[in-house]
């Protein structure tokens, strides 16, 4: 009875998934900010809870919409200057001067042009059907959020209010939670700390990072005088939650096709900017944010990421590396709890 109950409820609850684990994820994030404020109105917690709230909204959450706003509209905006630009390139009508480069390079890039005569491949054609197809789709995908305009903000306000009671009585509903689950109290401070490590590792190591890498691309190509400048920052700060990946695969392209049109200037600062401040706040800011024993192995971290986000949507991307975690916590828990039987001769 108990578990038909308890499936009653997560299909009650699924409608607000996205919600419910953004408001977690914003409350884990300014939970620290929050309980300075709390320390100094003791007295006033929902008070606190409230203007936490709405600091939340005003300073995230209005102006997150606002640039996904602005980026849909640059996508629409994208096919008609990348034909444009194709057509008017002279380095895509006529070819690069190639004469000055190394005699291997040269062969090996008549030896490309041959390849793509031959199988008739015709990569300006592909490259704006793709173009096309992403545009049409993000498109289509603004105009049923626009035409869902009330649901958009009905969720709006479920995440504000979530996010409210999540600041005020996050220790106690944690507590409580820990308090149900039928587990040795050792073994419950095992899974807690996983879970805690975990979820501030993707929080803070992923999505933060990652933020921070789309918002300098953004600013960057901004400064730079790029074409859609919250566009590529928004791919940026997406291509940087993926392992392995990463932004240079946004930066690195655009830095190219600036050269294609004859902007060397602009696109050596571009690569400037990429190489020197985006991609090496992996090697700096993320290990200041994670700690060594916080991290996942970075092939469980890819799959759990992925996997996630085939399962589960968007919320798999903090829900596939921390189911992932947890199965190593019980893991742990369960080599632990009978190494007896696992390894005899530790009997005793």
Avoid at 214 to 222: E, R, S
């Amino acid at each position: 009875m108990f578990m038909v109950l308890l499936w009653q409820v997560v299909q009650i609850l699924s409608p607000f998934y996205v919600s419910l684990v953004g408001s977690a994820i914003l409350a884990l994030l300014v939970y620290p900010a929050h309980d300075w404020l709390q320390k100094h109105m003791p007295a006033y917690p929902s008070l606190a809870a409230g203007i936490s709230t709405t600091a939340v909204v005003l300073i995230v959450v209005l102006p997150t919409l606002l640039l996904a706003w602005m980026a849909v509209r640059e996508t629409g905006r994208v096919y008609p200057v990348v034909q444009r630009w194709m057509l008017e390139s002279p380095y895509l009508s006529e070819g690069p001067d190639i004469s000055r480069l190394p005699p291997r390079l040269i062969t090996v890039w008549e030896r490309g042009k041959e390849f793509v005569t031959e199988w008739q491949i015709d990569p300006q054609g592909i490259l704006l059907r793709v173009l096309g197809d992403l545009s049409r789709n993000i498109t289509g995908i603004a105009t049923r959020a626009i035409k869902n305009t009330l649901f958009m903000t009905f969720n709006l306000i479920v995440l504000a209010f979530t996010l409210f009671f999540f600041l005020r009585d996050g220790p106690f509903l944690i507590r409580r939670g820990i308090e149900l689950v039928p587990m040795a109290q050792r073994n419950k401070n095992a899974v807690l700390n996983r879970l805690q490590v975990t979820l501030y590792a993707v929080i803070r190591g992923v999505l933060v990072v990652a933020l921070l890498q789309g918002v300098l691309a953004g600013g960057g190509f901004a400064m730079l005088g790029v074409p859609f400048p919250v566009l590529l920052g928004l791919l940026t700060m997406i291509f940087a939650v993926i392992p392995f990946i990463g932004p240079a695969t946004i930066w690195g392209p655009v830095s190219i096709g600036l050269a294609l049109n004859g902007d060397a200037q602009t696109s050596f600062l571009v690569f400037l900017w990429g190489a020197l401040v985006i991609s090496v706040i992996d090697n700096f800011v993320r290990p200041m944010l994670i700690s060594q024993d916080a991290k996942l192995p970075v092939l469980l971290l890819f799959f759990g990421i992925f996997g996630g986000l085939k399962a589960y949507g968007a919320v798999g991307l903090l829900l596939g590396p921390v189911t992932i975690a947890l199965l190593l916590a019980f893991i742990n828990i369960y080599r632990r709890e009978y190494d007896w039987l696992l390894n005899p001769a530790n009997k005793g």
